[in-house]
């Protein structure tokens, strides 16, 4: 099966609206998780936060899926956080990805988790499940982020340890960061928890929420509508739990043409 071409091979046989772009670096982390870059068109502009169509050239036809760029707005490459799904019809074939092949990418950028969708606040919790981290890491490498918010809060929950590194190395970079490291040293707090095995935070998101657990742990009060902003991204199960939440404490979901408190993201490939 033709799936992984090169560039070149796949610039004459490009579908029309999509750009044929270069893989540089491939970092797998779990056997369900791995990171890629690629290079990134002059033309293409995006806001942080936002997603993409990616894909492969798989049998002679496209096939996409939705991705969000987990590179910040200013950066020269594009970055993605992907899962393996091992029948997955693209992903089965993405993770076998290697620096030189072709990714196909859709022009046009879009999403609703982006700092212009929310009010101005003080605090700023970003909620992650497993790939849901992507828009965060994209937007914890934006100073626009910084400007907005006097502490931004990265929540990632994993089943495993091992799959909270992605994360652990984003932030550790952020905070290292010419460009932004001092806002991030300042402003921006990681907060991590394991569902399926032994760690000191233990349970999902959602659980500690409620109990109050990431409060206490965050040395915070509980969630106010007058300071806090939630953004939350992860699968359809831990949007519509976490959302609920959210609004239990009194926060409003916005979206781009009506700004507001909350807002929630799809961030799920197969
Ligand atoms: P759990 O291990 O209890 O299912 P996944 O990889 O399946 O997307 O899961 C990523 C993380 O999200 C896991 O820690 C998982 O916990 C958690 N999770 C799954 N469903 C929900 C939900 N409805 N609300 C909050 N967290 C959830």
Same mark, same amino acid.
């Given at each position: 099966?033709?799936? &992984?071409?090169?560039?070149?091979?796949?610039?004459?046989? !490009?579908?029309?609206?999509?750009?044929?772009?270069?893989?540089?670096?491939?970092?797998?982390?779990?056997?369900?998780?791995?990171?890629?870059?690629?290079?990134?068109?002059?033309?293409?502009?995006?806001?942080?936060?936002?997603?993409?169509?990616?894909?492969?050239?798989?049998?002679? $036809?496209?096939?996409?899926?939705?991705?969000?760029?987990?590179?910040?707005?200013?950066?020269?490459?594009?970055?993605?956080?992907?899962?393996?799904? /091992?029948?997955? /019809? &693209?992903?089965?074939? &993405?993770?076998?990805?290697?620096?030189?092949? !072709?990714?196909?990418?859709?022009?046009?950028?879009?999403?609703? &988790?982006?700092?212009?969708?929310?009010?101005?606040? =003080?605090?700023?919790?970003?909620?992650?499940?497993?790939?849901?981290?992507?828009?965060?890491?994209?937007?914890?490498?934006?100073?626009?982020?910084?400007? $907005?918010?006097?502490?931004?809060?990265?929540?990632?929950?994993?089943?495993?340890?091992?799959?909270? =590194?992605?994360? @652990?190395?984003?932030?550790?970079?952020?905070?290292?960061? /010419?460009?932004?490291? @001092?806002?991030?040293?300042?402003?921006?707090?990681?907060?991590?928890?394991?569902?399926? @095995?032994?760690?000191?935070?233990?349970?999902?998101?959602?659980?500690?929420?409620?109990?109050?657990?990431?409060?206490?742990?965050?040395?915070? /009060?509980?969630?106010?509508? !007058?300071?806090?902003?939630?953004?939350?991204?992860?699968?359809?199960?831990?949007?519509?739990?976490?959302?609920?939440?959210? *609004?239990?404490?009194?926060? $409003?979901?916005?979206?781009?043409?009506?700004?507001? *408190?909350?807002?929630? @993201?799809?961030?799920?490939?197969?």
């Amino acid at each position: 099966m033709n799936v &992984l071409a090169k560039p070149a091979d796949l610039e004459a046989a !490009a579908p029309a609206g999509a750009f044929v772009e270069e893989v540089t670096s491939v970092q797998h982390y779990t056997d369900r998780l791995f990171k890629f870059r690629m290079t990134r068109p002059a033309s293409f502009r995006f806001r942080s936060g936002e997603f993409v169509m990616i894909g492969l050239m798989i049998d002679g $036809k496209p096939l996409y899926r939705a991705y969000s760029i987990a590179s910040p707005s200013w950066d020269e490459e594009l970055e993605f956080f992907s899962i393996k799904v /091992p029948d997955g /019809p &693209l992903t089965s074939h &993405l993770q076998g990805i290697k620096p030189g092949d !072709a990714v196909l990418m859709k022009k046009k950028p879009t999403g609703t &988790l982006v700092n212009d969708a929310l009010i101005p606040g =003080k605090r700023v919790y970003m909620f992650s499940t497993g790939t849901g981290i992507a828009p965060f890491a994209s937007l914890i490498r934006d100073p626009d982020t910084y400007e $907005k918010f006097d502490q931004v809060i990265l929540t990632h929950t994993c089943r495993e340890v091992a799959e909270l =590194k992605y994360g @652990e190395e984003l932030v550790e970079q952020t905070k290292n960061d /010419p460009l932004i490291g @001092e806002l991030a040293a300042e402003k921006l707090v990681h907060f991590t928890s394991v569902t399926r @095995e032994d760690f000191p935070r233990k349970g999902r998101i959602t659980d500690l929420i409620e109990s109050g657990a990431l409060f206490e742990h965050l040395g915070v /009060p509980p969630l106010d509508p !007058a300071i806090d902003r939630g953004m939350i991204c992860g699968s359809m199960d831990m949007l519509r739990d976490t959302k609920a939440l959210l *609004e239990k404490a009194g926060l $409003k979901e916005g979206a781009n043409n009506k700004p507001a *408190e909350f807002v929630v @993201e799809r961030a799920f490939v197969g």
